[in-house]
Structure formats: C-alpha cells, structure tokens
C-alpha cells in the first residue's frame, strides 16, 4: 500500500522572517518616534522664540498703566504691590500673579487685573471700609461685613469706634453665626452709618459690651449736650433711637439739663436721664 509523505513546513525559514519584519517594524517605529520628537521640539522652540519675541517686543511696551477703586492707597502703592511698572511688557506680565500680589495687601479685599492692547494695564481694586477697632487685647479692624482684615497699626485711622467687651469667639467664621453681642454691635454701627442718624458713628468714641446687659454707647461733643452714656441693652436698636431723638428734642426744648452723664433706653416704658452731678445738683436722675 502506497503511502503519502507528509509535506513539513520550513520552520526555520518562517522564523527568520517573522524576525526580519518585527525588526523592521521596529526601525520603522524608531523613525517615527523620533520624527515626532523633531516637530514637537520645533514647534515647542518656535513657541518659546515667538515669546521671546513678543514679550521683549517694545511694541507691547507699558505706557498706560490705570488704576481704579484706590482711596486709602495711592496709585503708586497698588502697581508696586501688583509688580507692574511703566515700561514693562504687557504680555510678559502674570495677572494671576499681580492678582494674588494684590489680594495679600491687607486692604484689598478684591482685585482684578486686564490688558489692554497693545500697551496698557488696567488694574481693579476694592480695599476694606474699616469700621471700628476690635480690642482683643490686641486691636484689630473689622468691616462692614463683620470681619477682621487686619491688626491695627499706627499708619492706620485713629478716628474708629472702639469696640470692647467682645471675645474672639464671638467674631464672623465661615459657616457660623455671628454671636448675640457681635451681631448687636454691627446692627449699631450700620444704623449711625445712615446720613440721617440722630446719632452718627463720629459721636461714638466706644462701645462697651456687657454679655449679659447689652450695650452702652460713649460719646463725647453732642450737639445738645454732653452725652457720656447711652444705655441701649440689646433689640430694637431702630426704636430706641427714634425714641433718643424724641429725647434729645424734649430736653432741648425745656431748655433744661443739656448735660448729661447717662441716657438709659434698656426700659422702653421708662427712660432715664442722669444729669451731670454737681456740687450744688438735688436731682440724681430725671425720667422722661
């Protein structure tokens, strides 16, 4: 019986060229690699020599520098603190940068900072309103939203209110209430704030709280007397100064004891006035 002959396969011809092609592919994928690295180091050296060029380019060169928003400092102090001067170029300046420059000053609370082609650089600022002294042993600022923005020093106002009797935990935090006494001072302050205040913030020298009692408002050169103390407590703060300003009206009409050492408001059914003691004085206090 005839037989057939296997037919075997070259093994070590088909190996060889497996190996030829995976080299091949390997040189080609060399070449690819490398022709790839050669754009991106073109591109990125053409990148790096096109800002070069610009940003030394007297083109873009700074000549109009404006500042906006400045009242407590001077424009000269806001470009230093924002590291922008006249004749830098625009396009090499970092307004990320001279942001966050701008927003470590302890009196800008808010900042923004544009160009403007081809050779300009406007720079935005809102600084804090200060509205009284915080006495924590230390001194510090608080403004108009509540919050300490920085420690007292002797360049700063000496005109404040001073404000005592409070503790650090009573000051604004983020995700918590202001605290009773704090929330009552700030409530004072805004109503002197307004321009048609019988009592303005610049007749308030102090204000002294007392945790459990309240308020009480030193004041000096009050257009109808010498006012010392006034006595508001806590609440109706608006009320009580409608009823001040009945006060004030009555005693200057009656023509009698402008002087006083202490107005009482924290009874609304009973409103005391002490006059200035005197030697010669019968009448300690007078209900009005």
Known sequence: MLGYKRIRKNCRKNSAAKKRIKRLKGIAFFFKTMSAAAVLAVISFTFIFGYDVLTQCDYFRAEKLLVKGAHRLTEKQVLACAE????????????SMARMNLLAHPWICAAEVTRELPDGITVRIKEHEALAVVDLGLKYLVNFDGEIFKELEPSDPDDLIIIDGLEYSDLNAPGKPKSKAFDAVISV????????????????????????????????????????????????????????????????????????????????????????????????????
């Open 84 to 95: 922008i001067k006249t004749g830098i170029n625009i396009l090499s300046v970092s307004l």
């Open 189 to 288: 302050l805004k109503l002197g704030q307004a321009q048609d205040s019988i009592f303005p913030n610049r007749l308030i020298k102090k204000i002294e709280v007392d945790r459990e009692i309240g308020l009480t408002l030193h004041a000096s050169g009050y257009e109808h007397g010498s006012v010392k103390k006034i006595k508001l407590g806590y609440k109706d703060y608006k009320s009580k100064y409608r009823v001040l300003e009945d006060v004030f009206f009555y005693l200057n009409k009656e023509k009698r004891c402008l002087d006083f050492d202490s107005i009482d408001l924290n009874n609304m059914d009973r409103i005391v006035v002490n006059p200035i003691k005197t030697k010669s004085s019968a009448i300690d206090h007078k209900e009005v």
